[in-house]
């Protein structure tokens, strides 16, 4: 009887493993997969100027950043979280083809807009299936799998990229981002909905307390560990976001056939790394803890600015791309851990992910705009140096502001959310 029991729970899990694979390597970030090739489009074959370009892509970022908040409450609200995805995914490949077809700044400028409101449904709803299919117990390593396959699509559609660039046009990225968005769709409803718990899902199962009311939002916001954690990545992603399109735009002026074909080496390079650091944080992250994984992945991204200022040659900044790998790759897989580790028992979980993927989209979406009009001021070494400058302010609020989140309890009734771990349960011990 008890073997029966086993294969009953441990089956949605091996049954939808495929599935979320599939979803998760097809859907491979298709958003941030446009912005350095989008770049490189607009700079070299339409001749935008680095300003400009920096600019559309703002607008796309801070779209992003409105419809997170409402997009992770809505995730939490609704039990068809695929067909969400699904909407999205159209979105995507209808703001791809009208970058392509119609290349004006208001076209483009409108297409980014509905490019980052669908974006901002990506992450939460992926993370809730995932969560709502596997429980908490094995969410660590399904999240790792889930960025191993992401990455793994990320440096598949990289290669096709900077293929198509190179011997086709600039465009073709745009034409295949359309394609995989059209596939993801075909993976989202691969999934089986009736194996998804919507209760766990959104974070309700507390596992001690039986707690499954949400939280009010006034609640999240004294959570002083998630806000202090939302502050750094938001500092992180401030500093990281512009680099790759900026480097983009660095090499398109002196090789603008080869830029596509370069661009695509850089991020297949780092995608390639994502990889093995993924299951590294999905096998690891429950043992050795999330905090000192996370501080290694904060530490090579102000390393990675100024080695882009003593480099020329596109070898080097291809090789350089080794670190962004190591960064992206621990940031993908923690930043959910992390959140569902502070938002146990609050059933706000992704609203939390919208609310703190919002902060880090406007540090994200300001780093474009900022970093573009530093380079038409004082060149490409000022801006990378400035964003490193940014990284290294990051990776301290992260250090002496974040907790280990492992083993982290919510506070008891009458407390506000976050006030502490329990004296029951130590920092230090895994759930």
């Known amino acids: 009887m008890r073997k029966s029991r086993h294969v009953q729970h441990a089956d949605p899990i091996r049954a939808n493993r495929a599935p979320l694979d599939a979803l998760s390597f097809f859907l491979a970030d298709v958003k941030d997969g446009i912005g350095p090739f989008l770049a490189i489009y607009l700079v070299s074959a339409r001749h935008w100027d680095a300003g400009s370009t920096g600019l559309v892509l703002t607008i796309g970022g801070i779209a992003t950043v409105l419809a997170r908040g409402p997009a992770g409450a809505l995730v939490d609200a609704v039990p068809w979280k695929r067909t969400l995805i699904a909407v999205a995914g159209v979105a995507v490949a209808g703001s791809a083809v009208t970058m392509a077809l119609a290349p004006g700044f208001w076209p483009v400028a409108i297409a980014q807009s509905v490019n980052g409101v669908a974006d901002a449904v990506f992450p939460s709803a992926v993370a809730a299936i995932s969560l709502g299919i596997v429980g908490r117990a094995a969410f660590t390593r399904r999240v790792g799998r889930n960025e191993a396959f992401n990455h793994a699509g990320n440096?598949?559609?990289?290669?096709?990229?900077?293929?198509?660039?190179?011997?086709?046009?600039?465009?073709?990225?745009?034409?295949?981002?359309?394609?995989?968005?059209?596939?993801?769709?075909?993976?989202?409803?691969?999934?089986?909905?009736?194996?998804?718990?919507?209760?766990?899902?959104?974070?309700?199962?507390?596992?001690?307390?039986?707690?499954?009311?949400p939280e009010s939002l006034s609640a999240l916001l004294r959570?002083?560990?998630?806000?202090?954690?939302?502050?750094?990545?938001?500092?992180?992603?401030?500093?990281?976001?512009?680099?790759?399109?900026?480097?983009?735009?660095?090499?398109?002026?002196?090789?603008?056939?080869?830029?596509?074909?370069?661009?695509?080496?850089c991020i297949l390079t780092a995608q390639i790394v994502?990889?093995?650091?993924?299951?590294?944080?999905?096998?690891?992250?429950?043992?050795?803890?999330?905090?000192?994984?996370?501080?290694?992945?904060?530490?090579?991204?102000?390393?990675?600015?100024?080695?882009?200022?003593?480099?020329?040659?596109?070898?080097?900044?291809?090789?350089?791309?080794?670190?962004?790998?190591?960064?992206?790759?621990?940031?993908?897989?923690?930043f959910f851990i992390v959140v569902a580790d502070l938002t146990k028992g609050t059933g706000r979980y992704n609203l939390a992910l919208g609310l703190a993927s919002a902060s880090w989209g406007l540090g994200a979406a300001l780093s474009n705009a900022v970093a573009g009009q530093i380079v038409n001021l004082a060149g490409f070494n000022a801006a990378f140096l400035f964003l490193a400058?940014?990284?290294?302010?990051?990776?301290?609020?992260?250090?002496?502001g974040v907790p280990e989140t492992r083993g982290w309890e919510p506070a008891g009734a009458g407390q506000p959310a976050g006030a502490g771990a329990s004296k029951g349960a130590p920092a230090g011990i895994a759930t």
């Open 274 to 334: 994502m990889v093995p650091m993924a299951i590294l944080v999905g096998r690891r992250a429950d043992s050795w803890g999330r905090k000192p994984i996370f501080l290694a992945g904060f530490l090579v991204l102000p390393v990675r600015g100024l080695l882009y200022t003593l480099v020329q040659s596109p070898v080097a900044m291809v090789s350089i791309q080794v670190l962004d790998g190591i960064g992206a790759g621990i940031f993908g897989a923690l």
């Open 389 to 400: 400058a940014c990284a290294g302010l990051a990776l301290l609020v992260f250090w002496a």
């Open 155 to 213: 440096a598949v559609t990289a290669i096709a990229a900077g293929l198509a660039g190179w011997l086709i046009a600039p465009s073709g990225v745009l034409w295949i981002v359309a394609a995989l968005a059209g596939t993801s769709i075909a993976a989202a409803y691969a999934v089986r909905g009736r194996d998804i718990n919507q209760e766990t899902a959104r974070g309700a199962d507390d596992g001690d307390h039986g707690k499954s009311d």
């Open 223 to 265: 959570n002083r560990p998630l806000v202090v954690f939302t502050v750094a990545i938001t500092l992180f992603h401030f500093a990281n976001a512009a680099m790759l399109p900026l480097l983009g735009e660095k090499l398109s002026l002196h090789h603008a056939q080869q830029g596509s074909l370069i661009i695509g080496a």
